[in-house]
């Protein structure tokens, strides 16, 4: 398969709220160290706009799937630390599910294509 | 604690809120900064370059804010304020369509109240069909005539109603 690597990736609606929930279902953290996670394990791939995360935070804090409280960061600095809750789990697994469902779907769709060009 | 009542929560904590806010994005510049300070770069350009990438701090807070609150009940209060500052400043304009639409209003109320109860509403008793007037009548003719019975002469009547209730309704 001839993939041209793409220098980054257009969010897709949704997916954010679901990548920082699997962000914090290793612990709490802040929305800085939120936004490098999702941007080193993407391979630099997924660049996290402030001006997107910190709406979906509090989004999500509305919503109950997460909560925040202020915490020393590990340089001893207070910090807004968001941490998911038992809400914000049962949320995790139904939105992974969904995705991937939905990835599955699409490589269904493509993948056939694939081998008709090979 | 639902959604609801969390947004209705921090709607009493707005102030509060608007400088957590503020201090929480305080904080990711700052670790930004100095993230690319361990990189090598002098205080002064780690903080520029964190700032750069951060973007349009006040536009990122305003995007926030807009999750806290009901948006779009906001709006619509705003527009109801603008509206009302309009009326005040045409008094006159604003007094004559009050008026009209108080009037159409009591007018059309007072017709339907009317056409309710005289065509709509069944009688408050049963058989409202079958109800009759009965007078006392003087004269043979003249329908000013016509008098109300009076106590003694309704149970007399009703009495005779009985007997006669076929030629009444037949």
Redesign the interface.
Known sequence: MNRTAPSRVEFLQGTLDLLILRTLLAGPTHGHAIAKHIQRTSEELLQVETGSLYPALHRLEARGWIAASWELSNKGKRARFYRLTRLGRKQLVAERSKWEAFSHAMALILNPADREIQ | ???FF??LL?LTQRRDKQA??R???Q??L???A??RQERGLAENEARWAARRE???VS??EE??R???GWTRLEQLARDALYGLRQLRRNPGFSAIAIATLALGIGGITAMFSAFDVVLIRPLPYADADRLVMIWDDMGKTDVTSRHQPTPAEWIEWRRLIHRSRDQLYG
């Open positions: 604690m639902n959604f969390r947004k921090w957590e806010l201090r929480e994005l904080f990711h700052e670790e930004e100095e993230e951060f973007g349009n536009l990122v995007a926030t807009d999750e806290w």
